[in-house]
């Protein structure tokens, strides 16, 4: 079946770094992709719309310079967290979807952000 | 937002019981999705339920759809101990790039 892939699962790193996490679609080719957050025993919130060869979209009250999304290709898209701060630590999770727009959506892993 | 609501927000069973988990949502849909999530991964699917659909089956799943209500229900029968995980319902969202809304989640215990 369709396997997303993330990378890195667990990420620690200091206050005012920077961090960029990878999704990949390893089997199919997605033009979208979608980055979610997570915090502890809630919700997934979307961030962001990624868009291959575009602009990522991106959601209310998400900053994009601080979120930065590159959808180079049809298989990878990534998330950059840019002068990372404590506030910031949580569970980034990416997701993308094979078939057409009604079709379920594929979820990486989850990279564990953690900012010290 | 279109987010939904599932209750109950936890839930505690034994082995072979059966687990109901209930969601609401807020506009029309084109259909509704269950999904489920073990601790710290991703999100795995688990089935799809069209709006023009009321009920629909996969292995010791069953999912109900009342559009008219704006809910869904996810039943597990015969539940396991591997059936302990967080699950969630989604509904699609055309205004994004047909991204999912996701609600706040079961979370389901299954004892031995």
């Known amino acids: 079946g369709a396997v997303v892939s993330q990378h890195p699962s667990r990420v620690i790193c200091k206050s005012g770094t920077s961090v960029k996490i990878e999704c990949r679609s390893l089997?199919?080719?997605?033009?979208?992709m979608f980055w979610y957050r997570q915090f502890p025993k809630q919700s997934l919130m979307l961030m962001a719309t990624s868009n291959e060869g575009s602009k990522a979209t991106y959601e209310q009250g998400v900053e994009k310079d601080k979120f930065l999304i590159n959808h180079a290709s049809l298989t990878l898209s990534t998330l950059t967290v840019t002068s990372a701060h404590p506030e910031d630590s949580s569970f980034y999770i990416c997701s993308a979807r094979r078939g057409a727009n009604n079709s379920p959506l594929h979820f990486g892993n989850g990279t564990r952000l953690t900012v010290t | 937002s279109q987010q939904g609501e599932e209750d109950p927000q936890a839930l505690s069973i034994q082995e072979g019981e059966n687990a109901t988990m209930n969601c609401s949502y807020k506009t029309s849909i084109n259909n509704l999705q269950w999904y489920r999530q073990n601790s710290g991964r991703g999100l795995v699917h688990l089935i799809l339920?069209?709006?023009?659909?009321r009920e629909k089956h996969s292995g010791r799943l069953r999912v109900t759809l009342d559009t008219s209500k704006k809910s869904s229900s996810l039943l597990i029968t015969a539940s396991r101990a591997a059936d302990t995980a967080s699950y969630f319902c989604?509904?699609?969202?055309?205004?994004?790039?047909?991204?999912?809304?996701f609600g706040k989640g079961t979370s389901l215990l299954v004892t031995p």
């Open positions: 339920i069209r709006s023009n659909e």
């Open positions: 089997d199919f080719q997605a033009t979208t």
């Open positions: 989604a509904t699609d969202r055309s205004n994004s790039g047909y991204a999912l809304n």
